[in-house]
Each structure stands twice: as structure tokens, then as C-alpha cells.
């Protein structure tokens, strides 16, 4: 599961602000041990037979389900079974049905079997149902904002902009929504499933498609056959109008399951995946293990993606278009993140949600590893960065431990401990191990685990056993405690001694013991020393220096999981950018001065080398930061800028120049932005947009059509919100909708951009835009999951969702020949309204 994680011009607003709101009262309350399931039932196979009513928006099961006792012997069977209608439950000898007596009640069918069965015993269970998705209670949360299993979408087909599809989503514990089964993540079972659709409709689920049957009044039966054991929630269905693009790997076939308007860009989009795959079974010592992998996608999905076993499913989001792909694939990581999970995750399995790192952590690092490979090492530091800051700065999450077993609800350890800090983890672990050691205990881990569930525990063995090492203080501290070090320093330099003293603060309550990188700068040159440090308040190390250091810098390679506080100046920062080799080091000198911008020759002198800076993360960073509206600035920078917004050969580097150049509202550089209107990129055309009317704001209306914002980053929509809402631009309101709908959260970090976002909301709200209006609903849903058990965050979402039906009511009032577009979208907002009671 890759989750979407509300990024940082919304939430993240809130997050890094000082504004704090009340949490839910929590004292007093006993969290209970959350212990692996106990196996008393061990599944063999499920065989499905369904077909769909797209009217109802119900399926018609029939279910035949091969188990045994797991070790004591039984006469019953117990299954979880949401929100069904169980029609006949029988005994299944040979095609021979027996009657069983059953109970079924609050979502769980209790079987009585026909006589006691021991160990190894199998038998087989025939059921009758039928999947009713709307009738499931549970919740969703953050990561999987909805939880009814079995999914929908358009399916009597009234929206014209929106395709007809069936998805299921099973993670947590969702397929016994659609199947009545064990819905555990240690019960894993071979599958095969026969599905009757429509025949315009094409299939995909787990393994290989091994016939298809046309039937009568225009239907098909399609037969699907998993033969290799994995678990229940990763079991997929889906269902609608794709293209399916084919490649393969070796001898497995690669499928890309593409909505037909995008089918042109099926290989920009997808087309990495045979290498990943190649990648990835290299480096772990195991070749890509299943039948086949195909990918496919679903409107109104709730999450990133799901890895369900050779058949991943992605949020919308994936399909993207020539002007975002050329700037750059946004969906790649999650691409690599879903298929790594086809080793960790689907060929070995997190023993309970409790363990869920043990997938969800290396699926993180799988991000790392596929951009170190294909793109280099400063490209993946900095993508850790990003991930691990976002850890970081989220402070709710310092005490989690990253294998818990006391979580309130198991939908509570998908965050950003599990995923982000984890990852964070592994890569402090790689490097502590060495890269042999690190991937062999890796492919001893699958090896000896494989299409079987395992635990945290399992994992250190094989680090253990290949390494020799012992590693349970590592374990002990990073997988089975909470928090990371947080680190001060000082440092003295004694001229008799000739040596430089370092002490290091942790101020956290429990230290830490781990290796740190520390480089001491004598004449812009650093020398690098690698220290221990104990677990101990404060840590002293000596060394050697012919005079004072210009600088200290710790954890100067970046590896350790740490919130660093440390001052330095303009020159010091100057030196650590030219004088470190590794990316985050000179990341954290280039933000260091941003407050010293336009003020200090340094900052300039700094700003200069990073323009020019081989990795264009860091040219993009330093052109944010440049103002050539400053004289001494425009002297030193101006012609490097103008260079990179017309030849870089990154387009995401040109835009970010235009926006450098904007700033001057020079007229000398219209002819460079009115160029880059006609860009492919939308980076480029985006910000020659804004910057023809820093220059000449009567242009708006007639040039603000021609962006498409369709799924745009964060920081153009914020750059461009104020000329779709200011100009009324009807094309572009679905697109700005996400901020609108966070613009109270947006005003804590921005008071002007959030005042025009409001104004945004309310037009939108006031407007007749079904697709606008649904996209905030769907925003502010997930909201919920990530903030919105926070009572006051819960107040102020259901206050603005009131206003916005007032609004939708006041218009259906004077319009009413459109009823039928305003209807919709008034109950949209009902429905997100009853999410936040």
C-alpha cells in the first residue's frame, strides 16, 4: 500500500505552525495488546464464482472453501463476513452438497461442520451470498479512506465524465467484504475466480486469466487462477473499459490495464517496469516470484495504490499526460514502491498489522534503491529527505514505536512511522551492515520465509545469521522503541593540543547509541571521521586539527535518522556546500541561508555554485531562493538564470528559472516567457504563465485557459490559484479545488494565498461544477482520516461543508432547470458532512 500522505501546503501547514488544537482525550484509556491472530483454521484454496448488479451495486457470490484445522482439532469454522446476505452454506464432497447449520451475525458466519476434524484434515465449504458494499459499517482512515471492500463507481452510468468500473480493495481487512474468508494477514490460500461481466468489459484479477467464455444476453465469463498461496486482503478484482498494453519481462508478461485516452502514454507512464523488475531481482537475490504483473487503475480510489498480488491498482493520479511526464513521472516511486511489495508484502507477509513495517518500510526503501539505480545517488538522498523530513516535523509521531502492538485501531499504523521512518531505518542499516551483508540478509529473509507470513523478530535473524553480527540493540531501539536522536553539539579548539574537542548532546529522554559521520574543515577541505556514540546524554571526541575549524558538520553523509539543531554562518555554509560530496549536507547549507539572501557576499557566492550545481533538485532549490530584483544579485546570478530558463535540460529547472526571472518584472524578458507559453512542459508553460502577468496583468483571462493544471504539483496550483480565482476561470476550477478546500489550514502558513483560496472555495461552493465540487468532498474526506478525529479539526470541516451546502441550496433554489447537475453534488456534501459526525 503506498499511502498518500496530505503533503505540506496543507497539512503540513498546520503541522510545521504554532498554532495547536486540543487532542482527543486519551487518558485513563487502557490501549489493549494487539496479539497476532490465533490460526485454528488454515485456508487451502478459495474458489469464487460472482457476477455483478450494477443497479443494487451488489454481487452474487458463490464461494467454495478448502481448509483445515491449523493444529487442535475442530468441528466448526469461523469466517468474517461484512455486510452480506448468506443465502446456503453447505458441505462440498465432490460436487455432492450437504446442508450445514450456521449463525451469522455481526459480520461473522460461524459454521458448525459436519464432524470433528483433525490436523491436515480438508474439507470443503460451499457458500451463497451476496456482497453488499453499502451495508459494510466499518470505517476507513488515513491511509484507506474507505473500507467497504467491493467498489462501484459510476455504475449506472449517470456521470458522463466518468467511466464505469468495479474495483476491490481488500487491505486491512476488507476482501470479507466481498468473500467470506479469514480476513487475517497470516491466512494465505490459492484462488481461482470466475467472473461474469458484461463483454464490453475487459477483467483482471490475481494470476493468469486462463479461459474466457462468452455467455448469453451479451456477458462473458472470465476464469482467473492464482495457484501460488498468498494473503486474503490481497485479493483483487477489476472490472472496465481499458486498453491493455502489453510487455513483458523474460518470460513474464508485463500488462499496463490504461483508461483509452491515456493508452498513448501507457509506456511514458509504465514503461520502467520490466527494468524495475529486473532491477529489483537482481539486487535482492530472487527473481520476481508470480505469474505475471499487471497494473491497472480506478477512478475514486481510496488510497495511493495497493499491491495486490500481480495485479497492483493505482489512484488515478497515475494517468498523466505529455506536459506533466515531461517534467517528470510523478507516480514512478509509487510504481516501484507497489511492485517491491510483490517481495515484501505478498511473497513474505506482515504476521499482523502490529508488523506491518516489515512490508511497508522496504516497500519505502524500494524508492531509494530504484532511483539510486536509475537516476543516482543525490537523486535518491534526496527523496529520502523528503520522506524522512516529513517523519521529522510531524511531532504526534515521535512516540509510536515502529512495530506496536498497542494501537488503537490497526488503520493507525499506516503512517508515517511505518512507511517514512522505516525506510529511514533500513538505509541507516544498509550502511551499518555494508551493502553485501545488507541484500544477503535480505535474500536469506525471503528465502527462508518465502509465501509465508513473518515478523520483525525473523527479519534481525537473517541480518544475524549472514552478518554475524549481534543486532538486537539495534532492533531494540529503532523497531521496538520510539522517538530518534535529537542532537546539539559544541566544539573547542586547545592550540597546544593541537586538537579540536566535539561533544554531542542528545536531549531527547532515552538516548541513543549509533555510528555518526563527523567532518572537520581545515582550509575548505573537510576530513571525515567516523565516531560511536554511547547512549548516553552527552558524548566528547577528540581530534586532531592544526588549527581552529573553520567548521564541525555531523551526520555529514546524511545516514542517520536525527533532528540536528546546529547555527552557522553565511561562510560556513559556503564552505560545507563546496566542501561535502554528499547531497544532504549540501542541501542543508543552501536552505541554511536563506535568510542571508540579497544580504551576505556568501549567500551570493553560495547562491552561484548552486545554479550551476550538477543535481538539478539543488539548481531548483537555489533559483527559489534567488531574487534578481536585488542589484548585486542580478550582477552575479542574471545571465546564469537566463541561461537555465531557456537551455537546462531539466524542464522543471527552466520553469523554476522563469519564476526567477518573473520577479524582476523586467519587460526585456517577455519574449522568453511568451515562448515558454507554447512549452509542452507545464512547469515551463505554468510559470511563463504567471510570469507574463507579474509583467502585464490585463493578459489573465485570455492566457490562464491554456495550462492544464490537471494534476498539477502543489506549488503551481499555489502560484496560479490567484489568477483562476481572481479571472473567474470556469476551466480551471476543478483543479484549484484541492486547495480551496484546505483554505483555513493554507492561512496558518500563508495568510494571503489562504484568503484567496477561501475566496476560491466559496466560488466553487457557489457555483455549478459537479467535478470541483466532488473533488473537495473527496479532499476534505480524507482530511478526516488524517486529522479529523481531532475534534476542533472536525468542527471547522463540518462548519465549512454547511456553508457550501447553504451555498449549493441557495443556487438549486434559483436555477432550477439544473437540478439534476446540483442534486449530485448536494449529496456529495451530505455524505462528507456524515463522515464528520
Given at each position: 500500500?503506498k ?5 505540506a501546503l ?25 496479539a ?91 457458500i ?7 451495508e459494510?459499517?466499518?470505517?476507513g ?30 487491505e486491512?481487512?476488507s476482501?470479507s ?31 493468469i486469466?486462463?479461459n ?22 490481497l485479493?483483487?478484482?477489476g ?28 509506456k ?46 493505482h ?7 505529455p ?10 516511486d ?21 508488523n ?10 524500494s524508492?531509494?534503491?530504484?532511483n539510486?539505480f536509475k ?47 522505516g ?41 544475524e ?13 529503532w ?32 538516548p541513543?547509541?549509533?555510528?555518526l ?30 588549527k581552529?575549524?573553520e ?23 559556503l ?8 547531497f544532504?549536507?549540501?542541501y ?20 552561484a ?10 539548481r531548483?532549490?537555489?533559483?527559489e ?10 550582477k ?15 524542464t ?17 524578458y ?64 476543478a ?19 489562504g484568503?484567496v483560496?477561501?475566496?476560491g ?34 468542527m471547522m ?14 443556487l ?19 455524505k ?6
Amino acid at each position: 500500500m503506498k499511502k498518500i500522505f496530505i503533503t505540506a501546503l496543507f497539512l503540513g501547514a498546520l503541522f510545521n505552525s504554532n498554532v495547536t488544537f486540543a487532542q482527543t482525550e486519551t487518558s485513563g484509556r487502557t490501549v489493549p495488546y494487539r496479539a497476532t491472530h490465533t490460526k485454528t483454521t488454515e485456508l487451502k484454496h478459495t474458489k469464487l464464482k460472482v457476477n455483478f448488479d450494477y443497479e443494487k451495486e451488489q454481487m452474487n457470490g458463490e464461494e467454495w472453501l478448502t481448509a483445515s484445522p491449523f493444529f487442535y482439532s475442530t468441528n466448526e469454522l469461523v469466517l468474517d463476513a461484512k455486510g452480506m446476505l448468506i443465502h446456503e452454506v453447505a458441505l462440498d464432497n465432490n460436487g455432492k452438497k450437504t446442508p450445514l447449520k450456521y449463525e451469522y451475525k455481526n459480520d461473522v458466519l460461524k459454521i458448525n461442520l459436519d464432524k470433528v476434524y483433525a490436523r491436515n484434515q480438508d474439507y470443503t465449504v460451499y457458500i451463497k451470498y451476496t456482497s453488499r458494499p453499502n451495508e459494510v459499517k466499518q470505517e476507513g482512515s488515513a491511509a484507506i479512506n474507505d473500507a467497504k471492500g467491493l467498489y462501484f463507481i459510476n455504475a449506472q452510468g449517470k456521470d458522463p465524465d466518468k467511466p464505469t468500473q468495479i474495483w476491490t480493495q481488500g487491505e486491512t481487512e476488507s476482501s470479507s467484504a466481498w468473500f467470506p474468508t479469514i480476513d487475517k494477514p497470516n491466512q494465505k490460500t490459492t484462488q481461482e475466480i470466475y467472473m461474469t461481466v458484461p463483454d464490453k468489459y475487459v477483467t483482471l484479477s490475481n494470476g493468469i486469466l486462463k479461459n474466457s467464455q462468452k455467455e448469453a444476453n451479451g456477458l462473458r465469463t472470465d476464469h482467473w487462477v492464482m495457484d501460488k498461496r498468498h494473503s486474503t486482503y490481497l485479493f483483487f478484482m477489476g472490472v472496465g473499459e481499458y486498453a491493455v498494453v502489453k510487455d513483458k519481462w523474460k518470460n513474464v508478461p508485463v500488462d499496463y490495464y490504461i483508461e483509452k485516452e491515456y493508452e498513448p502514454y501507457a509506456k511514458q507512464i509504465y514503461g520502467n517496469t520490466p527494468e524495475m523488475i529486473d532491477f529489483f531481482s537482481k539486487k535482492l537475490g530472487y527473481d520476481y516470484p508470480w505469474q505475471k504483473y499487471a497494473q491497472i487503475s480506478g477512478r475514486d480510489y481510496v488510497s495511493g495504490a495497493m499491491e495486490n498480488t500481480t495485479a497492483t491498482l493505482h489512484g488515478s493520479d497515475i494517468l498523466q499526460k505529455p506536459g506533466q511526464l515531461i517534467d517528470e513521472n510523478k507516480w514512478e516511486d509509487t510504481i516501484a514502491h507497489e511492485l517491491f511489495h510483490h517481495w515484501f508484502g505478498d511473497l513474505v507477509t506482515a504476521e499482523s498489522w502490529s508488523n506491518l513495517t516489515v512490508n511497508e518500510s522496504f516497500a519505502n526503501y524500494s524508492e531509494y534503491l530504484w532511483n539510486e539505480f536509475k537516476y543516482g545517488k543525490d537523486q535518491a538522498d534526496y527523496h529520502q529527505m523528503e520522506d524522512v523530513n516529513h517523519y521529522i516535523h510531524n511531532s504526534s509521531d515521535f512516540k509510536k514505536d515502529l512495530v506496536r502492538f498497542n494501537y488503537n485501531s490497526r488503520e493507525d499504523v499506516f503512517d508515517l512511522v511505518t512507511y517514512q521512518k522505516g525506510g529511514g531505518i533500513l538505509h541507516m542499516l544498509r550502511n551499518y551492515l555494508g551493502d553485501d551483508a545488507f541484500f544477503a540478509g535480505i535474500t536469506d529473509y525471503l528465502k527462508t520465509n518465502e509465501y509465508q507470513a513473518a515478523e520483525a523478530h525473523q527479519l534481525r535473524l537473517s541480518f544475524e545469521k549472514v552478518s554475524g553480527k549481534d543486532l538486537n540493540w539495534f532492533f531494540n531501539q529503532w523497531y521496538f522503541g520510539s522517538g530518534n536522536p535529537k542532537l546539539n553539539y559544541t566544539y573547542n579548539f586547545e592550540p597546544v593540543k593541537k586538537q579540536v574537542t566535539v561533544t554531542i548532546s542528545q536531549t531527547q529522554d532515552e538516548p541513543f547509541q549509533f555510528p555518526l559521520a563527523i567532518d572537520v574543515y581545515e582550509n575548505g577541505k573537510p576530513k571525515r571521521y567516523q565516531v560511536w556514540v554511547n547512549a548516553e546524554a552527552k558524548n566528547t571526541f577528540n581530534f586532531d586539527a592544526s588549527k581552529n575549524p573553520e567548521l564541525i558538520n555531523i551526520n555529514a553523509d546524511g545516514i542517520l535518522l536525527a533532528d540536528v539543531t546546529e547555527s552557522k554562518t553565511p561562510d560556513q555554509y559556503l564552505a560545507q556546500f563546496l566542501g561535502s560530496k554528499e547531497f544532504k549536507s549540501k542541501y542543508i547549507a543552501l536552505t541554511g541561508i536563506k535568510d542571508q539572501v540579497g544580504k551576505n557576499p556568501a549567500a551570493t557566492k553560495l547562491l552561484a555554485a548552486a545554479v550551476k550545481d550538477p543535481f538539478f533538485r539543488t539548481r531548483i532549490k537555489a533559483l527559489e531562493l534567488v531574487d534578481l530584483s536585488n542589484a548585486e544579485m542580478m550582477k552575479a546570478l542574471g545571465s546564469d538564470v537566463e541561461k537555465l530558463a531557456t537551455n537546462d535540460p531539466k524542464t522543471l529547472v527552466q520553469g523554476a528559472a522563469i519564476a526567477a526571472l518573473a520577479k524582476t518584472k523586467d519587460k526585456k524578458y517577455v519574449p522568453i516567457f511568451e515562448k515558454g507559453i507554447n512549452a509542452v512542459s507545464n512547469s515551463v508553460k505554468g510559470n511563463s504563465l504567471a510570469a507574463i502577468l507579474a509583467v502585464d496583468p490585463s493578459k489573465a483571462s485570455s492566457l490562464a485557459d491554456k495550462i492544464d493544471l490537471e494534476g498539477a504539483s502543489e506549488e503551481m496550483l499555489s502560484q496560479l490559484l490567484p489568477i483562476v480565482v481572481k479571472n473567474k476561470v470556469i476551466s480551471q476550477m476543478a483543479n484549484i479545488a484541492p486547495i480551496a478546500a484546505f483554505y483555513p489550514f493554507v492561512k496558518f502558513q500563508d495568510p494571503e494565498l489562504g484568503k484567496v483560496a477561501e475566496e476560491g472555495y466559496n466560488w466553487i461552493m457557489s457555483s455549478d461544477n459537479l467535478k470541483a465540487t466532488t473533488s473537495i468532498t473527496k479532499i476534505l474526506g480524507q482530511a478526516k482520516g488524517q486529522m479529523g478525529e481531532n475534534p476542533q479539526v472536525k468542527m471547522m470541516i463540518s462548519q465549512m461543508l454547511k456553508d457550501g451546502l447553504s451555498k449549493k441550496m441557495e443556487l438549486l433554489k434559483q436555477n432550477l432547470g439544473k437540478a439534476s447537475s446540483i442534486n449530485p453534488q448536494i449529496d456529495a456534501i451530505n455524505k462528507a458532512i456524515d463522515n464528520f459526525k
